[in-house]
């Protein structure tokens, strides 16, 4: 069912908040772009201005590593000045309420942590930019220390453990996905009696199967998204509305 509007649309998920006893939100880029975060993938996005550098191409050669870094550091202050928004705010709010167990999102931000999220209850599909990690060790470096590297040595620095590649800990194009975040979220999915798909294209695979999955399993499934997605047809509530407009009402309850 589609929303005629964004008030019945509010009202009808909060009777569905309500009845819940497990809430399981899945987030994707359009509940961080009222906080600056841009969406990578939408035109005018990233993406469309600088074409994204797969893994394989990372691992392989040393100027794609440097001007990934070049990149990331471009992107510093936007990712540093950037608060949770109404969104984050509102499932931050069912989690302390016991509705919401753990959040899956595709985004690496790192805002449903800052939002109050355990580290441990946020189920990062794509990781996490806001830290590095080699990608031999798995070694963890602060952003800070590869800034001083890259900026002393003028070139992507190796790892002080076993010298292989560090990046940002984020799972770039042609990288396997995280095992134990796609075993979580499956079982989180499959548990759920309401799946909330929140600014997510619904696009992206592996992680866009989840909420057909929960909806398989017998949960209600709702998506929140400016624009229609493939799986608008099965969902139990659809709102084509600002998601910080969608959510707001729900922070602090």
């Known amino acids: 069912m589609i929303a005629s509007d964004l008030r019945s649309g509010v009202e009808r998920l909060g009777d569905m908040i309500a009845a819940a006893k497990t809430i399981v939100p899945f987030t994707g880029a359009g509940i961080s772009t009222e906080c600056g975060i841009p969406d990578f993938r939408s ?3 990233l993406w469309t201005r600088n ?36 969104g984050h705010r509102a499932l931050a709010s069912l989690y302390r309420a016991g509705k919401v167990p753990a959040v899956i999102t595709q985004n690496i931000d ?56 560090v990046k940002t800990a984020t799972v770039s194009f042609g990288q396997a996905m995280p095992e134990d975040a796609m075993q979580r979220a499956t079982e989180l999915s499959q548990a759920c009696d309401l ?12 992680a ?11 949960a209600r499934l709702v998506i929140i998204n400016r624009e ?26």
């Open 110 to 165: 790192n805002l449903h942590q800052a939002s109050g999220f355990a580290a441990d209850h946020v189920i990062e599909l794509h990781g996490n930019t806001t830290y590095a990690r080699c990608i031999g060790c798995g070694q963890t470096y602060q952003l800070d220390w590869v800034r001083q590297q890259f900026e002393a040595e003028g070139a992507a620095p190796d790892c002080t453990v076993c010298d292989e590649p």
């Open 51 to 86: 074409r994204p550098i797969p893994f394989d191409e990372f691992v392989a050669s040393q100027d794609a590593r440097d001007e990934s870094w070049r990149r990331r550091f471009a992107m510093e202050p936007t990712f540093a000045a950037s608060k949770p928004g109404r």
């Open 208 to 218: 866009a199967g989840f909420p057909m999955m929960a909806k398989n399993c017998g």
């Open 228 to 253: 229609p997605t493939d799986q608008d047809d099965i969902a139990d509530l659809v709102i084509h509305d600002d998601i910080g407009e969608s959510l707001g009402p729900f922070v602090g309850n």
């Open 43 to 45: 035109p005018g996005g």
């Open 195 to 206: 799946f909330i798909a929140i600014g997510s294209s619904l696009v992206v695979w592996p």
